[in-house]
């Protein structure tokens, strides 16, 4: 499975974007997916995953929670991160992630797949 993320970039507090993770190799349907961020001296930090065992549930880290949305378009084969109300703390490097676990997790260590990381900036 590869992963390709994209759609990061400088954007003004309180403003959106919406990252995209592409895969190939692999349906996303059968997946879990996570997006995770890492700012720089900081550890990789869960911020919201979707499992494909569970009905498709979605579940946030309570600091994007009401801000950010999980998407996922099965004929593209695509998973976006629709984030509003962008904070500066928000800033750092965004990475999506997939597993076959089957249960979802919020630990970076159960996902087996990465994508390269797309860097989000949020000035104030």
């Known amino acids: 499975v590869q992963l390709q993320a994209s759609g990061g970039g400088l954007v003004q507090a309180g403003g959106s974007l919406r990252l995209s993770c592409a895969a190939s190799?692999?349906?996303?349907?059968?997946?879990?997916v996570g997006w995770f961020r890492q700012a720089p001296g900081t550890e990789r930090e869960f911020v919201v995953g979707i499992s494909w065992h569970i009905g498709d549930t979605s579940y946030y880290a309570d600091s994007v929670k009401g801000r950010f949305t999980i998407s996922r378009d099965n004929a593209k084969n695509t998973v976006y991160l629709r984030m509003n109300s962008l904070k500066p703390e928000d800033t750092a490097t965004y990475y999506c992630?997939?597993?076959?676990?089957?249960?979802?997790?919020?630990?970076?260590?159960?996902?087996?797949?990465w994508g390269q990381g797309t860097l989000v900036t949020v000035s104030s």
């Open positions: 992630a997939a597993a076959t676990l089957g249960y979802g997790s919020r630990d970076f260590r159960k996902y087996d797949y």
């Open positions: 190799g692999r349906a996303f349907s059968t997946l879990d």
